[in-house]
C-alpha cells in the first residue's frame, strides 16, 4: 500500500483523486436531479420515490456515508494542492501575466467549500427537518389508514419562502461555476486532451454546468410562480 500513498502525495496522484472523486460526485449530481425533477410529475410521483428510498434502511445510510468520505477525499485534496500550489511561489510574481483567467477556475476552492456549506443548510432543510421543522412533519394520509412523508408539499412550500428559492440559486450558480472549469480539467487530468478536440472539450465544462443548473433551478422556480401547484392533502 506504500506506493498508493506516494501516488498520493504526488501533485499527479492527488489530480487524479480530484477527478476521480469530482466524477462520482457528478454522478450523484445527475441522480440527485432525475429524482428532483419528478416533482413535475406531481405529489405521488415524488412521495413513492421518496418512500423508496427511505424502505433502502442501511444501505441509504451506507450510500450516505460513502458520499460524505468521497465529499471529504475531495475537499481535502483540493487544499491540500492549493496549499502546495501557494508553497511553489511564496513569492509574488514581480509582473502578472495579463492573460485571462476565468472566474471559475480561480474560485474553485472558495466555491467547493461555499457549496459544502450549502449541502450542509440543504440537508438539514429537506433531510433532518431543522429548517422550517413544521414542513418536514407534512404526511400524505390514504383512505386505508396508510400514512407517508409529504416530501412534495415539504419542497413546494420551502420553495414558496422566497429567500430559501434565492439561496439556492444562489448556490447553484457557484455549483455551475464549479463545474465549468472541474468537468472540462477531468479531461486534462486523465489526458483526454486533444488538438483535434480541444473546441469540443472546451465547451464541455459550460455546456453541462448549464444544463445542471438548468435542471436544479427549474423546481424553486416552478414553486415559487405556481407551476408546480400545493395540493389539498387527501
Not at 1 to 13: D, E, H, I, K, T
Not at 87 to 93: K, Q
Given at each position: 500500500?506504500?506506493?498508493?500513498?506516494?501516488?498520493?502525495?504526488?501533485?499527479?496522484?492527488?489530480?487524479?483523486?480530484?477527478?476521480?472523486?469530482?466524477?462520482?460526485?457528478?454522478?450523484?449530481?445527475?441522480?440527485?436531479?432525475?429524482?428532483n425533477?419528478?416533482?413535475?410529475?406531481?405529489?405521488?410521483?415524488?412521495?413513492?420515490?421518496?418512500?423508496?428510498?427511505?424502505?433502502?434502511?442501511?444501505?441509504?445510510?451506507?450510500?450516505?456515508?460513502?458520499?460524505?468520505?468521497?465529499?471529504?477525499?475531495?475537499?481535502?485534496?483540493?487544499?491540500?494542492?492549493?496549499?502546495?500550489?501557494?508553497?511553489?511561489?511564496?513569492?509574488?510574481?514581480?509582473?502578472?501575466?495579463?492573460?485571462?483567467?476565468?472566474?471559475?477556475?480561480?474560485?474553485?476552492?472558495?466555491?467547493?467549500?461555499?457549496?459544502?456549506?450549502?449541502?450542509?443548510?440543504?440537508?438539514?432543510?429537506?433531510?433532518?427537518?431543522?429548517?422550517?421543522?413544521?414542513?418536514?412533519?407534512?404526511?400524505?394520509?390514504?383512505?386505508?389508514?396508510?400514512?407517508?412523508?409529504?416530501?412534495?408539499?415539504?419542497?413546494?412550500?420551502?420553495?414558496r419562502?422566497w429567500?430559501?428559492?434565492?439561496?439556492?440559486?444562489?448556490?447553484?450558480?457557484?455549483?455551475?461555476?464549479?463545474?465549468?472549469?472541474?468537468?472540462?480539467?477531468?479531461?486534462?487530468?486523465?489526458?483526454?486532451?486533444?488538438?483535434?478536440?480541444?473546441?469540443?472539450?472546451?465547451?464541455?465544462?459550460?455546456?453541462?454546468?448549464t444544463?445542471?443548473?438548468?435542471?436544479?433551478?427549474?423546481?424553486?422556480?416552478?414553486c415559487?410562480?405556481?407551476?408546480?401547484?400545493?395540493?389539498?392533502?387527501?
Open positions: 500500500m506504500s506506493w498508493v500513498c506516494r501516488l498520493y502525495r504526488s501533485s499527479l496522484g492527488a489530480k487524479y483523486v480530484m477527478a476521480s472523486t469530482g466524477l462520482l460526485l457528478f454522478g450523484f449530481l445527475i441522480a440527485h436531479l432525475l429524482g425533477l419528478q416533482m413535475f410529475a406531481g405529489p405521488d410521483a415524488v412521495n413513492s420515490y421518496a418512500e423508496k428510498l427511505r424502505a433502502l434502511g442501511p444501505l441509504l445510510w451506507v450510500a450516505r456515508i460513502g458520499l460524505l468520505v468521497i465529499a471529504g477525499l475531495h475537499i481535502a485534496t483540493a487544499l491540500r494542492l492549493a496549499q502546495r500550489n501557494d508553497a511553489a511561489r511564496p513569492v509574488a510574481y514581480a509582473k502578472v501575466a495579463q492573460r485571462a483567467v476565468k472566474p471559475a477556475t480561480k474560485t474553485m476552492v472558495l466555491s467547493g467549500l461555499v457549496i459544502l456549506a450549502y449541502v450542509v443548510y440543504h440537508l438539514a432543510h429537506f433531510t433532518w427537518g431543522v429548517v422550517q421543522a413544521d414542513h418536514a412533519s407534512l404526511t400524505e394520509k390514504f383512505a386505508d389508514g396508510h400514512e407517508r412523508h409529504d416530501v412534495y408539499s415539504m419542497v413546494v412550500l420551502g420553495f419562502t429567500w430559501v428559492s434565492a439561496s439556492y440559486l444562489v448556490a447553484l450558480v457557484l455549483l455551475a461555476l464549479h463545474l465549468c472549469h472541474g468537468v472540462t480539467s477531468v479531461f486534462q487530468t486523465f489526458g483526454l486532451n486533444h488538438a483535434k478536440y480541444a473546441c469540443a472539450i472546451k465547451m464541455t465544462g459550460p455546456a453541462i454546468a444544463l445542471i443548473f438548468l435542471g436544479y433551478a427549474s423546481i424553486p422556480v416552478a415559487w410562480l405556481g407551476l408546480i401547484p400545493l395540493v389539498e392533502a387527501r
